[in-house]
């Protein structure tokens, strides 16, 4: 069969669409990196009081950009930590509680990255003795504005729920 002038031209702008495309959709980001990256914005140190404890809040990217680290410091207690990272299309928060178990937490489908609020439920937990123990069940992070947090922890001991709720201020 003979190619005509025409059919040749044509092959190549369609080849050239269809490489366009996929360059173009390789460039973009997922939403749920978009979400960890305003997420990431709070690395940094905040500070808050439950009753008349105070709580340091120290944020900090780590694993080459890949986490983002939370250590949750109460003063004269066990200081806890909490990882955050990207899996697919949702977040995840790993709890790792100075009551010795470790919640793990993922949000719905990231479908828009400029969040006001993530909400964390519940995946699963290790590290617990009995079904009754203490622990994490949800997590919601609220950023007020640039200088202002929010986090409703849930949890659940003895079959019973509740939930405690800080806030913080950014100190740098």
């Known amino acids: 069969m003979k190619l005509t002038y025409r059919s ?33 914005m709070l690395a940094g140190e905040w500070k808050g009081l439950q009753g008349d404890t105070e709580i340091k809040l120290i944020y900090t990217l780590t694993a080459n950009g890949s986490a983002l ?19 697919g299309d949702h977040l995840i928060a790993t709890h790792y509680c100075s009551a010795g178990n470790q919640p793990q937490m993922v949000t719905k489908a990231i479908t828009e990255p400029s969040w006001k609020s993530l909400t964390f439920s519940l995946l699963r937990v290790t590290g617990m003795t009995t079904p009754g123990d203490w622990h994490n069940t949800g997590l919601v992070v609220t950023l007020e504005d640039k200088q202002h947090l929010t986090q409703e922890w849930s949890y659940e001991y003895e079959g019973k729920s509740g939930i405690a709720v800080f806030r913080f201020t950014r100190v740098q």
């Open 8 to 40: 040749i031209v044509l092959g190549v702008a369609m080849t050239l669409t269809l490489i366009s495309a996929t360059v173009a959709r390789a460039g973009e980001k997922p939403k749920s990196a978009l979400a960890f990256e305003r997420l990431a």
């Open 69 to 87: 680290m939370e250590e949750f410091r109460p003063a004269g207690a066990a200081a806890m930590i909490t990882m955050f990272t990207v899996d």
